[in-house]
């Protein structure tokens, strides 16, 4: 799911302060980032592009990002909106029920049943967060795919960039990436 991947290189981000310079105003970041997303569906490697193992042209891969990721993309978030419609209708049932059933209990029921109802509350809340920050992910992710890949010209220049960090890694000699590169001022 593309909000899984986008989740890890949130993440990187803000835990990770290598990670944390990449700009997407510049082209190489971007590029870095994107070849990040893509790691389990697209091989970028000896100035060739393959999808599913099979070797690909620029112009297919923009076609794959404006057809295929951008409707994938809705589908999850359909799937995550209807999730969290159901969790927003359990966390009302759960408020409603709570406040109903409260008060005829005993002072020790009441303990019991408060610390159930916070616990499951708070563990809906969490949920409904995360689903709320995947979809925030998706939706971004969809603008950077139908602004800065909505060319061949574009993809053609994040592929350029994206062979420049393979080449670079491959003539350094060791496993460095772009983002140590950057973060060290190299």
Not at 10 to 33: G, K, R, S, T
Not at 43 to 68: A, G, H, P, V
Not at 84 to 109: A, F, G, P, Y
Request: aromatic share 8%; hydrophobic share 40%.
């Amino acid at each position: 799911m593309w909000s899984d991947k986008l989740r890890l290189i949130h993440e990187q981000e803000i835990y990770d302060p290598e990670y944390d310079v990449l700009d997407m105003n510049i082209p190489v970041h971007f590029a870095q980032y994107i070849k990040d997303i893509l790691e389990d569906e697209v091989c970028f490697k000896d100035n060739r592009i393959m999808i599913n193992e099979k070797e690909t042209k620029s112009i297919y891969l923009m076609c794959w990002f404006q057809i295929i990721v951008l409707k994938e993309i809705l589908e999850e978030t359909l799937i995550l909106q209807r999730s969290l419609e159901h969790l927003d209708s359990v966390q009302d049932h759960l408020v409603k029920h709570h406040h109903k059933n409260t008060r005829s209990m005993s002072e020790i029921t009441f303990i019991r049943k408060n610390d159930e109802f916070s616990q499951r509350f708070y563990l809906n809340k969490t949920r409904i967060e995360e689903i709320n920050k995947n979809l925030k992910l998706l939706n971004e992710f969809k603008k950077l795919v139908k602004e800065r890949l909505n060319t061949v010209k574009k993809v053609d220049e994040l592929i350029q960039s994206i062979n420049l960090i393979n080449d670079f890694n491959d003539f350094s000699n060791k496993e460095l990436n772009l983002i140590e590169i950057i973060s060290k001022g190299i």
